[in-house]
Every structure is written in structure tokens, then in C-alpha cells.
């Protein structure tokens, strides 16, 4: 984790979010799951403690600020379930500040089957972003069918926001959906779905598709300043 701070340092980055993919829970059993939630809550706490104190030591009069990570954000990327569930207990999410969903199982649901398990899985109060939404991978797999009108409606009425996701693999929500997205008034995310830290990089991809859709800085919610972004999160 500390390798990750140290890059969003030299990228200059305000926070980050640890967003790993929800324990298998065919692997662990619910108790499990919770006991590694709290883990990783208690590490990112004590993370997060150690930044307060290094900011502080960086803002004494005598020395030039230099932005640096100030707060790092546990959240977690779950597995939408074809029944629309969710795939971790539900008091898992007491220890997350917020949370991703995706699709990564039966892609080839009903347009109508696949919307509403979408809604249903976008419906928890945790829940802040749908996590790369078509689910395609540039020549592997199609992305899955959605009723885009619903999800734009939806995530516009309760303020949920669609990703941007970076990996070269995914480039997910394409550029024309962005636009649609833009359209709409739905807010985006950039992420970059790194699995290690020369990953981070990914994100001049995500930018690049950001931009052919017509999105600005207003547009994509984790542009913004730490105290903006946290309010508009909670």
C-alpha cells in the first residue's frame, strides 16, 4: 500500500481508494469476509493517520507545500450477482467507506434481466459507482446488454457515478457512452483498475477517453479537491 501512496505522490494525487475485488465467498465463509473487511479497515486507518501527521510536518511555514496524498479511502469493488445481490454480508459495508459494483459472471442475460440486476446492485446506500459498466474487454469478450436510458436515470436521481475505467483491456464506459452520460448530467469517475503500481499510469487512457466523450473536469466527480470530492460521497 505504502508503494501506491509513495506513486499517487509523484503523480500528484490528493487521495486514493484501495478498491481490491471482494473476497470470494464460495473461498471464505461470512466471517471470514468480515474478519478481512476489518483487516484492511484497520490498516488503511492507521495509513491514514500517518499521512495526517506527515501533512501537518509538510505545511510548517519554512517549507514550500507539495501536494501529497492526504487521505486514502477504503472502498471495495463487489460482485453483482446474476439475482442482482450482492456478494458480501451486508454488515461488510459498515467497514467501507464506499463502494464499486461490477458485473464479472452470466454476461449474457436479457437486456431487461441484466438492467434490473444493474439497479438492484446500485441500490445500496454504500454503493457509489457502477465499476466498468459494459464489462467488454477490447478483443475478448462483448460488453453486456443494458437499457442505458434506466441506468443514466437512475444513476442521475441517485447520485451514482459511472467509471471511467482506464485499463487498456477495458477502456470502459466507451467514449460514446460518456458523451450520452455528459448529456444526461451523470457524474463519471477515472480509474485505473491497477493491479500493480506501474498501472497507476493507465490513467492518460482513461483521460483520453474522457475527453473524446466531451467530459471536463465538472463532469468527472474525483477531479475535484479532497474536501469537495468527500461531500459529494457522503
Not at 469476509?33 to 484497520?42: A, C, P, Q, S
Not at 440486476?117 to 445500496?124: K, P, Q, Y
Request: aromatic letters at 8%; one cysteine or more.
Amino acid at each position: 500500500m505504502r508503494e501506491v501512496i509513495e506513486k499517487a505522490n509523484k503523480l500528484g494525487y490528493e487521495y486514493i481508494a484501495f478498491t481490491e475485488h471482494n473476497p470470494s465467498q464460495s473461498k471464505h465463509s461470512d466471517r471470514q469476509v468480515l474478519e478481512l473487511l476489518k483487516r484492511k479497515k484497520d490498516v488503511i486507518d492507521q495509513l491514514n493517520y500517518s499521512l495526517v501527521k506527515t501533512v501537518k510536518k509538510s505545511m510548517q511555514p519554512a517549507k514550500v507545500f507539495v501536494k501529497k496524498v492526504k487521505k486514502v479511502f477504503n472502498a471495495l469493488e463487489i460482485d453483482i450477482r446474476p439475482s442482482g445481490k450482492l456478494s458480501i454480508p451486508d454488515n461488510g459495508f459498515d467497514y467501507l467507506d464506499f463502494a464499486l459494483v461490477s458485473i464479472h459472471s452470466s454476461f449474457r442475460q436479457s437486456k431487461k434481466e441484466m438492467t434490473n440486476r444493474v439497479i438492484n446492485g446500485l441500490s445500496h446506500p454504500k454503493v457509489k459507482i457502477f465499476a466498468h459498466p459494459t464489462a467488454r474487454k477490447l478483443n475478448e469478450r462483448e460488453g453486456i446488454e443494458l437499457d442505458w436510458e434506466v441506468i443514466f436515470e437512475f444513476c442521475l436521481n441517485e447520485k451514482k457515478w459511472l467509471e471511467i475505467n482506464a485499463d487498456p483491456m477495458r477502456l470502459d464506459l466507451p467514449d460514446f457512452l460518456v458523451r450520452e452520460a455528459v448529456k444526461k448530467g451523470v457524474k463519471l469517475t477515472l480509474g485505473t483498475d491497477a493491479h500493480h503500481v506501474q498501472a497507476m499510469e493507465n490513467i492518460q487512457f482513461g483521460i483520453s477517453v474522457a475527453r473524446r466523450g466531451w467530459a471536463t473536469l465538472h463532469d468527472v466527480v474525483n477531479t475535484r479537491p479532497l474536501e469537495e470530492f468527500e461531500k459529494m460521497l457522503y
